[in-house]
C-alpha cells in the first residue's frame, strides 16, 4: 500500500551541513524546569543498537521515543524470528516522517528580532532534549534539524508549533511511495509481527507484495506464510497490520 507524507511544503534547506547556528545552546540552569515528552534517560538512550526494534516500539509508545520495555520486548521477539527465518533479517520499518532530517519553521517579526539580538531562547531547552538544531541558511530561512535519535518527528514538532513566536513551518514534504516494512500488533497476550517484502517500481505502489507472519506467545513461535492455505483469514484479522502494509 502506497504511503502518503503530510504537509506541501517544499523546503530550502534539507541538507545544511554548511548553515549557520540560529540558536544558542541551553545551559543546565535554563532547562531545570523543562519537562521534555518523555524521560530524559530514554531520550538519551537512543539511538539504540538494535534500529527496527527501537522504531517499532516508537510506533507503539505515547511519548516521542520508545520506552525501555517494549523496545526490549521487541528486540527480543525480533531476534527470536530472526533465528527460525534468517530470510527476514535486515527488512526495514517504514516511517513517513523518519525519512525527513529537516523541515523549515517561521518565526513572526518579534521572534526573528530577538533572534537576530541573541535573546530568543524559547526552543533551547526542546533542542538541547531532543538533540535538534535550528539552523538558518544564507538567505536567512530556518530549519529545524532533526539529530540521530530515533524519536516520533510529527509528534516532536507539534511542541514546536506551540513556542512563542512561532507562526508557520514545521509541515513534512508531500510524498507518496511505498516499500517494505514490519508491521506490530498486538492483541491480548499474542504479539503479531507481518513482514512485507516489497518488489518492483515502488514509486507509488510496488508490483508485488510477499508476506511473512508470525505470532508470539511466550516463548512459543508460529509462521505463516502468504502461501499458506489459511494465510488469508489469519492476515484479515491482524485488522491493524492488514490496513497499513
Not at 512561532?166 to 517494505?180: A, E, I, N, Q
Request: glycine fraction near 6%; hydrophobic fraction near 40%.
Amino acid at each position: 500500500m502506497a504511503r502518503v507524507g503530510i504537509g506541501v511544503l517544499a523546503l530550502a534547506c534539507l541538507s545544511c551541513a554548511a548553515c549557520g547556528a540560529a540558536t544558542e545552546r541551553a545551559d543546565a540552569d535554563e532547562c531545570a524546569d523543562y519537562e521534555p515528552q518523555a524521560p530524559r534517560e530514554w531520550l538519551a538512550a537512543s539511538p539504540r543498537e538494535f534500529k527496527e526494534a527501537e522504531l517499532l516500539a516508537m510506533e507503539a509508545s505515547e511519548y516521542v521515543v520508545a520506552d525501555p520495555a517494549t523496545y526490549e520486548q521487541i528486540a527480543a521477539d525480533l531476534t527470536a524470528i530472526y533465528a527460525k527465518e534468517v530470510a527476514v533479517k535486515g527488512w526495514p520499518v517504514y516511517i513517513t516522517h523518519m525519512d525527513v532530517d529537516s523541515v523549515g519553521v517561521h518565526l513572526d517579526a518579534t521572534g526573528r528580532q530577538q533572534l537576530n539580538s541573541g535573546t530568543y531562547r524559547a526552543w533551547n531547552c526542546p533542542n538541547a532534549a531532543y538533540g535538534v538544531e535550528v539552523n538558518a541558511d544564507a538567505s536567512g530561512s530556518l530549519a529545524l534539524h532533526f539529530g540521530p535519535k530515533r524519536l516520533n518527528r510529527a509528534q516532536l514538532v507539534n511542541e514546536y508549533r506551540k513556542l512563542p513566536h512561532v507562526v508557520g513551518g514545521l509541515d513534512f514534504p508531500f510524498y507518496t511511495f511505498d516499500g517494505s516494512d514490519i508491521c506490530r500488533e498486538v492483541v491480548g497476550e499474542t504479539r503479531y509481527y507481518v513482514f512485507d517484502r516489497a518488489t518492483g517500481d515502488c514509486t507509488f505502489t510496488c508490483m508485488e507484495h510477499r508476506y511473512i507472519g508470525f505470532a508470539l506467545n511466550g516463548t512459543t513461535l508460529e509462521l505463516h506464510r502468504d502461501t499458506d492455505a489459511d494465510w488469508h483469514d489469519w492476515f484479515k484479522a491482524r485488522s491493524d497490520c492488514a490496513s497499513r502494509l
